[in-house]
């Protein structure tokens, strides 16, 4: 019998890698012991005999199993599985930020600067990496930054070089040594079978980086309610959204800048997603800026599990829609100058008053062929006088402060925000759900959620008397995916 790194029940594993159910796309791989290659559970390739196949949690599972990826389904391209498993939050942040980069390339972080940001020991950061992943910190970081040069030299012209370095590798040479020791193939023998013209993209740029690239999410995909949630919201020349399948903005990270474009393909389920850089200073963050677009876009919700706990709640269950997600803002700190706009006033006076703030404050840049504003950074807002704004002077005087703040302790959690006079639980709890994508925030003190909330117990019959004791024991129903109860009730 064949042992299985999966702990996902190995008979749906079963059913869904023969229905190539995309519901499970990420999720766990299948290993082919026979062709020593693993795929995801969508690959179009015949599907091999039972006996012949071994499941894992991870693609970094099946490599370290000595499998190489299937050039066909390409693992890389799988959307990431989103973990959320149990109370792993430690894990969950060391992840994150290796995901963003911080211990490769030029800077980066040593294993135990990693650990002494997170609050832990790398003693225990390295334990926790091998108990819960089978690898060790170094591994998996490595192991990221492949599959992001291998989707790269997949999809998009960057060089060979560019590749390297836009992965996290200090040298070409380093670079071609792990990707062949891991993945079993060279990066130029991948390049080729992806049959890609780097001469036409490098004579098209001119200076910039562009490059287009797939992004795979797990259906269903409720997109007409979250393309509405950015239009009625969105910065004129910050953001836009052409027709009603697309959405594009432009960002500011680790002083780099550029925009994306981002177009919905509902029968592939993916999005199609141009990315402008604004020059090749700028590749070293791109796998941070992927990230953080599939953030944006939520693209990594395991939304099946998330709509399956919706629907358990009574009794608001039969009016939850299937396949909305979180809207996400580019920054925390946007997020939290939304929040702060936003108290006491309409959705339309708060995005008027967000158009000001961007039009007097937020940088205007040409990246490729589009004229864009960024959005102000920390230290403007900090010591802008807002007179362009009409609102009271103490929600202006709330916004510098919170502005001087970020740009002091641009790391501090952002519960430390509740010090700052005029930021309180709900403009914190806002910041962390559309700025962080933190799945685990019902706004119970949100006016529209606490309408909404009340009038569903009251139809139904129910006593309401109590709302406090009615958003507890719902936030204990649905965590953690609070954020999404809040969004489904903003749409009812």
């Not at 071994?54 to 370290?64: E, H, K, M």
């Not at 740009?407 to 962080?436: C, F, H």
Request: hydrophobic content about 40%; proline content about 4%; aromatic content about 8%.
């Amino acid at each position: 019998m064949v042992e299985h790194d999966c702990q996902t029940d190995l008979q749906a594993c079963r059913k869904a890698r023969l229905a190539r159910d995309p519901r499970f796309d990420g999720q766990f791989f299948i290993g082919v012991l026979t062709t020593k290659i693993y795929c995801r559970p969508i690959c179009p390739a015949v599907s091999p005999k039972e006996q012949n196949v071994r499941y894992f949690d991870t693609a970094l599972q099946a490599a370290n199993a000595g499998l190489r990826p299937c050039l066909r389904c390409r693992p890389d391209s799988a959307p990431q599985s989103y973990a959320w498993k149990g109370t792993q939050t430690t894990l969950e942040r060391a992840k994150a930020l290796i995901d963003s980069g911080a211990i490769t390339g030029q800077g980066g972080q040593s294993i135990e600067d990693l650990a002494t940001r997170l609050g832990i020991s790398s003693r225990y950061l390295r334990k926790l990496f091998q108990d819960k992943l089978g690898t060790s910190v170094k591994s998996y970081a490595q192991y990221q930054q492949l599959m992001l040069a291998k989707q790269l030299l997949h999809q998009t012209k960057l060089t060979i070089t560019q590749v390297a370095f836009a992965a996290g590798f200090n040298s070409i040479r380093r670079f071609n040594e792990v990707f062949q020791q891991t993945l079993q193939l060279t990066p130029s023998h991948l390049r080729k079978t992806a049959n890609i013209d780097t001469k036409a993209e490098q004579s098209e740029v001119k200076g910039r980086v562009a490059l287009k690239l797939q992004l795979s999410y797990r259906p269903p995909l409720r997109w007409p309610e979250q393309h509405h949630f950015y239009q009625v919201r969105a910065v004129q020349n910050m953001e836009w959204l052409e027709d009603e399948f697309s959405y594009g903005r432009s960002f500011s990270i680790n002083e780099v800048s550029g925009y994306f474009n981002a177009r919905l393909d509902s029968a592939a389920n993916l999005f199609n997603v141009e990315i402008v850089l604004a020059d090749n200073s700028a590749l070293p963050q791109l796998g941070l800026i992927i990230n953080e677009i599939r953030r944006v876009l939520d693209l990594n919700a395991n939304i099946a599990q998330i709509d399956k706990a919706l629907l358990e709640l009574n009794p608001i269950s039969s009016l939850m829609r299937e396949g909305l997600r979180l809207p996400g803002v580019w920054s925390a700190f946007e997020a939290g100058c939304r929040a702060v706009l936003g108290q006491q006033v309409s959705i339309v006076q708060a995005s008027k008053l967000l158009n000001q703030l961007v039009l007097a404050y937020g940088e205007e840049r040409i990246i490729g062929d589009r004229r864009v504003k960024l959005f102000p950074t920390p230290e403007i807002i900090a010591s802008a006088e807002l007179s362009e704004l009409k609102m009271p002077n103490a929600r202006k005087k709330a916004l510098n402060a919170l502005a001087q703040f970020v740009s002091e302790n641009p790391d501090a959690d952002l519960s430390d925000w509740l010090s700052i006079k005029g930021i309180g639980p709900w403009t914190v709890a806002y910041a962390k759900m559309r700025g962080q994508s933190d799945p685990d925030v019902l706004l119970c003190g949100d006016l529209v959620v606490k309408k909404r909330i009340l009038a569903l117990y009251a139809e139904h019959g129910l006593n309401n008397d109590n709302y406090t004791d009615i958003t507890d024991s719902l936030a204990k129903q649905i965590a953690p995916w609070g954020s999404y109860l809040t969004f489904q009730l903003w749409n009812l």
